[in-house]
Every structure is written in structure tokens, then in C-alpha cells.
């Protein structure tokens, strides 16, 4: 017998000045009335498919059980797949394109499990034109699992092997310096990087940390920043100024109390962001200087 479930954990980048997220989850509960939607968030930046799957990964150790509705899909009405995958021996299913953005949060749950290319249309809706497939496709589809329809129904089985990979910024060492990026910047301007404090742990207790160049290949002028700080547990431990902060996900964030790091150093996601042991000099330094940063060519 299938599982029923009764929650539906949604992703998005539709925002809410449109109708879309209203209209999914319409869908929804047309279909399921009895399951319940968690809106995880919607304010993924338009077609950035690594944002959301970094979001989803992050999210993914606290949501329900249940299915997890994700759509972040530039590639809407082309050739890349609908598909569905389950985890953790069916306590879950991921709903979504097969375009990267599921696949780091289906590894943090554990691996997939069965998988299925969203091809049988009795469970889509009757659909106008190609180009919401969250409100034709997805949003049905994550119904009918609460519903208790066996995902082997949906269409035709994959192999989970298959299904496009997630694009991981993965920190690099250089020259005895880890060379790390923005990876999010929270609606308080905390700048999380991919870099957790396990990884610096060898750098000693003040870190030597260069901000400011950026990874991204935009033409513009920027400051360097070279600054010595101390990892800390909580905002209000650092005091004035910048602070490498360990956030709630275990990752290092700069910071500052009660204000924005981003905004205050003008940094954003795919900005570079390089930590080392202090060199001589370094110590209480705050350093700044004027760099034209030009694209890569």
C-alpha cells in the first residue's frame, strides 16, 4: 500500500506579487484538501537555480515529512525532465525539474531512492500552454502523492543515478589559504560562506580574512578589505565592526550586530572571500585598499 502524506514543503522562485504561489497551492488543496503547505520560501532570485538548491539544502534537515515541492526552472516547456524521487525508504518524495536543484538536498536525505519521469498525464492538469509546470505538473503531482498514489503511477521509472547533478561550490586550498565564496546573503546582510570552522580549524584562533574580489567576472570598483577576526558563537560577541560568526547551519558568516556585512562591505553571492593564518603584521590590522576588479577574459 502507498503512503499517504500530509504535508507539502513548497520552494519557489515565483515571489508573491503574482499570482503563482496562490495558484499552486489552489491545485493543491483542489486535489488534497485534507494535506497541509509549508511555503519554505519563494524569493529565490529568478531562474537561479544553485540559490535554490543551496536554500533547499539547508532547509532540508528540518522539514516535514512528507513531499517536498521545489521549482525553480528556467528550462520550463524544453526538453529537461519532470521527475519525482523518493528518500529515506519513502518517508519522502522531492517534486521538482531535473535540472540540479533537488540533488544536493535528496544526498543530505539520504540518497534517492526510487525515482520517476513525470510522463503519465492523468495526474497533470489539462494545460493551455507549456510554461507553469508548477501549477500543471508539479503542484497535481504533489497531491495525488498525499493522496497515497504510488510513485510507480507517475510516469516512467529512472534510474536515480541519472538525475543532473547539483553545482556545489566546493572551497579550494591555495598556497596555505582556503579560498572560499558567498554562498547567501540573509535579508539581514550575514553573508554565509562554503566554509565551515572544522575546515580552518588548523588557521588558529584570529584568521587573516581578504574580502572583496569577486568570482562572478561583473566589472566594478570595489574595495579589498584585509581584515584579522575571531571566529565567534554569536552576534553580540563581536562587538564593533566585521565578525566571522558560526551561523545556525554550522557555516561561517561574516557579520556584523545589528547591522549588514553585505551592505557594509559590498559583497554579494560569488564574491571571494579568502581565509589564512595571520602573516606577520596582521594582528588588530584593518586594512583597506582601492582595486578596479575586472571580468575575466
Avoid at 221 to 228: A, D, I
Avoid at 271 to 283: K, N, P
Amino acid at each position: 500500500m502507498a503512503t499517504k502524506y500530509s504535508t507539502v514543503s513548497f520552494l519557489s522562485d515565483y515571489g508573491t506579487r503574482d499570482e503563482f504561489v496562490g495558484v499552486v497551492k489552489s491545485v493543491i488543496y483542489e486535489i488534497a484538501p485534507q494535506c497541509r503547505v509549508v511555503d519554505l520560501t519563494h524569493e529565490i532570485e529568478p531562474f537561479d537555480v544553485r540559490a535554490g538548491s543551496l536554500s533547499l539544502a539547508r532547509c532540508v534537515s528540518y522539514v516535514a515529512s512528507g513531499v517536498v515541492l521545489a521549482v525553480v526552472d528556467p528550462g520550463v516547456g524544453s526538453s529537461r525532465r519532470a521527475v519525482a524521487v523518493e528518500v529515506a525508504d519513502g518517508k519522502g518524495v522531492f517534486v521538482g525539474p531535473d535540472n540540479g536543484l533537488l540533488a544536493m538536498a535528496i544526498a543530505l536525505a539520504g540518497g534517492a531512492g526510487r525515482a520517476v519521469c513525470l510522463t503519465n498525464t492523468e495526474y497533470h492538469l489539462t494545460s493551455p500552454g507549456e510554461t507553469f509546470a508548477g501549477r500543471d505538473i508539479f503542484a497535481p503531482v504533489a497531491a495525488h502523492l498525499c493522496n497515497g498514489v504510488d510513485l510507480s503511477e507517475l510516469g516512467e521509472m529512472i534510474d536515480p543515478a541519472l538525475l543532473l547533478p547539483g553545482v556545489v561550490p566546493l572551497p579550494r586550498e591555495e598556497n596555505g589559504a582556503l579560498h572560499g565564496e558567498v554562498t547567501w546573503v540573509d535579508r539581514f546582510g550575514n553573508c554565509q560562506l562554503n566554509i565551515g570552522p572544522d575546515e580552518v580549524a588548523n588557521f588558529g584562533e584570529v584568521l587573516r580574512v581578504e574580502i572583496g574580489s569577486v568570482l562572478s567576472g561583473a566589472s566594478v570598483n570595489r574595495e579589498q578589505v584585509v581584515r584579522s577576526l575571531k571566529i565567534v558563537r554569536s552576534y553580540d560577541a563581536i562587538g564593533s565592526g566585521l565578525g566571522l560568526v558560526v551561523d545556525s547551519y554550522g557555516m561561517l558568516s561574516l557579520s556584523v550586530d545589528r547591522g549588514s556585512a553585505a551592505r557594509e562591505l559590498n559583497i554579494g553571492q560569488g564574491d571571494l572571500v579568502i581565509l589564512s593564518r595571520l602573516q606577520e603584521g596582521d594582528q588588530n590590522s584593518t586594512i583597506t585598499t582601492a582595486v578596479k576588479i575586472a571580468p575575466k577574459r
